[in-house]
């Protein structure tokens, strides 16, 4: 998918998450706060067909929690992301050997979008929510061109170079849980992705034509509620 469509679907799916999230707002009650929101992530790419290690990641972004009926709020919101993962490559092999392979840096950078089901244990305080959550990404970015012509791990010509387009849309599961201050507080989540990430790599003309990924990531992030 192209840039321009892809920010169209994000425009699109912001709306709609808006309008559904403020028409349950005002049945269940009148608390709505705005948030800005900013965290450290542990992200990974679940694959047979990559030796991936996990990298530190950040995001930041807005978020907006509404009573919606009884103990449940709703949450909405976006976060800009910068995703780093590590991947095993090396050197082609040499009449004799194979260099020992290192582990290559590589970034994600997107735009993530949410919707949330809260349940409050203790209004205002402490919280667990679920629900689903798309992201909107650019291609998988080698983070030091000097490395493009090194060979991935586990296979015999595929460069590290060649495994950057990566699919640009992608749905995931969101589970955490929220706690502190009624304006501050902390939440931790997990995410599990829904679709294959890898799937943009099966029409490269590479060795695999059956890439299979699924993203990983596990999110501490603090939240400032106005």
Do not use: W
């Amino acid at each position: 998918m192209s840039h321009k469509k892809s920010i169209f679907v994000t425009i699109v799916l912001l709306i709609s998450v808006t309008a559904f999230a403020q028409r349950g707002g005002s049945r269940g009650g009148d608390y709505n706060r705005l948030g800005l929101q900013a965290g450290y992530s542990i992200f990974d790419i679940s694959t047979n067909d990559l030796q991936t290690e996990s990298q530190g990641s950040f995001q930041g972004g807005f978020t907006t929690r509404g009573s919606y009926r009884n103990n449940f709020d709703l949450i909405y919101g976006i976060n800009f992301i910068s995703n780093n993962i590590g991947i095993k490559a090396g050197l082609p092999c040499g009449i004799l050997d194979c260099p020992e392979t290192q582990t290559l840096t590589y970034n994600i950078i997107g735009a993530q979008i949410n919707l949330l089901a809260s349940y409050n244990i203790i209004k205002h305080n402490l919280s667990v929510e679920l629900g689903p959550m798309l992201m909107i990404n650019g291609k998988m970015k080698l983070d030091d061109d000097r490395f493009k012509d090194y060979i991935v791990e586990g296979y015999a010509l595929t460069t590290a170079e060649e495994i950057q387009n990566i699919n640009t849309i992608n749905a995931a599961i969101l589970a955490g849980i929220t706690g502190g201050h009624e304006n501050v507080r902390l939440n931790i989540n997990y995410q599990y992705g829904l679709t294959n990430i890898l799937g943009g790599l099966n029409d490269q003309n590479l060795e695999n034509t059956d890439f299979k990924g699924y993203t990983s990531t596990i999110t501490v992030a603090g939240i400032i509620y106005f």
